[in-house]
């Protein structure tokens, strides 16, 4: 994994060596989030002891998501990505759910494992973003502006 002997991988390196279950390579999206995840020191890259528990992190997600893949084909259609949610405690309409789906795979409508990844981890930072501002717990939260884009860009919490 470590490329270039640096004792550090950076997101390019993580790339290389992750695979989706159709033998595509993971996004760099992907890799770019996983590795900030797991990047204490905020400088864009993993060292060898933070790389075993993404990895650790990686094949959770991977068991997760083959156990959903009922026709064993290296991504999740509708259904399977619904009855994800569903187990994850999250509860969208189907047009929502058909929107991500959209987003991830325009054509097929599928997601893959690294797609899958990002999609859910995303949803759970914006749910503890939101609720950290639902201070009624009703569903709603008053926000201004800078604090949305914020949000969405991951720059808030």
């Not at 890799?31 to 890259?45: A, E, H, L, P, V």
């Not at 156990?67 to 999740?76: C, H, I």
Request: aromatic share 10%.
């Amino acid at each position: 994994v470590d490329q270039d002997g640096s004792g550090q991988i950076d997101a390019k390196e993580l790339q290389g060596a992750l695979k989706n279950g159709n033998w595509t390579e993971f996004s760099e999206e992907a890799c770019r989030m996983m590795i900030d995840m797991f990047d204490m020191t905020k400088c864009g890259q993993i060292n060898i002891r933070d790389f075993g528990n993404l990895f650790q992190f990686i094949n959770q997600w991977k068991g997760t998501f083959e156990a959903l893949d009922s026709e064993k084909s290296g991504t999740l259609n509708k259904d399977n990505f619904t009855q994800a949610l569903q187990q994850m405690g999250y509860r969208f309409s189907p047009t929502f759910v058909d929107n991500l789906l959209a987003k991830y795979s325009p054509r097929e409508r599928q997601l893959t494992l690294d797609n899958f990844i990002v999609a859910t981890v995303q949803i759970k930072r914006l749910t503890e973003s939101f609720r950290s501002r639902d201070t009624q717990m009703n569903g709603q939260a008053t926000l201004n502006y800078e604090d949305f884009v914020g949000i969405a860009m991951g720059a808030h919490k």
